[in-house]
């Protein structure tokens, strides 16, 4: 049975950086695909970022395009999302998920096996 853990969070300041992993464990071939979701208060989960284990396709958010790199590491059954220049709109509590794909990537009901959530906050 596959299991997720994310770690990294954190507080920054506006412009800053984190770096956010999720470590699986177990294994289910038909999860592929790893995604990072956001929720913040009163708000649903939002897609953020998704990545294909075996390709290495990639869904990004609108928002965080040029500003957020996500990358696996399938060695070490991690996924991580390196985020840049972050602003006080990306905090929350960040997830990650998995699919058999990336194709609904935004879509927070295609994916399972969630972990408990890591917080960013982004604030001066």
């Known amino acids: 049975q596959l299991q997720l853990a994310e770690s990294g969070g954190g507080w920054v300041q506006p412009g800053g950086s984190l770096r956010l992993s999720c470590e699986a464990s177990?294994?289910?071939?038909?999860?592929?695909?790893i995604g990072w979701f956001r929720q913040a208060p009163g708000k649903g989960r939002e897609g953020v970022s998704c990545?294909?284990?075996?390709?290495?396709?990639?869904y990004y958010l609108d928002s965080v395009k040029g500003r957020f790199t996500i990358s696996r590491d399938n060695a070490k059954k991690s996924v991580d999302l390196q985020m840049e220049r972050l602003k006080p709109e990306d905090t929350g509590v960040y997830y990650c998920?998995?699919?058999?794909?990336?194709?609904?990537?935004?879509?927070?009901?295609?994916?399972?096996?969630w972990g408990q959530g890591t917080q960013v906050t982004v604030s001066s």
């Open positions: 998920g998995a699919a058999p794909d990336c194709e609904h990537a935004d879509y927070a009901p295609d994916f399972d096996s």
């Open positions: 177990g294994f289910t071939p038909d999860r592929a695909a």
């Open positions: 990545i294909k284990r075996s390709d290495g396709s990639t």
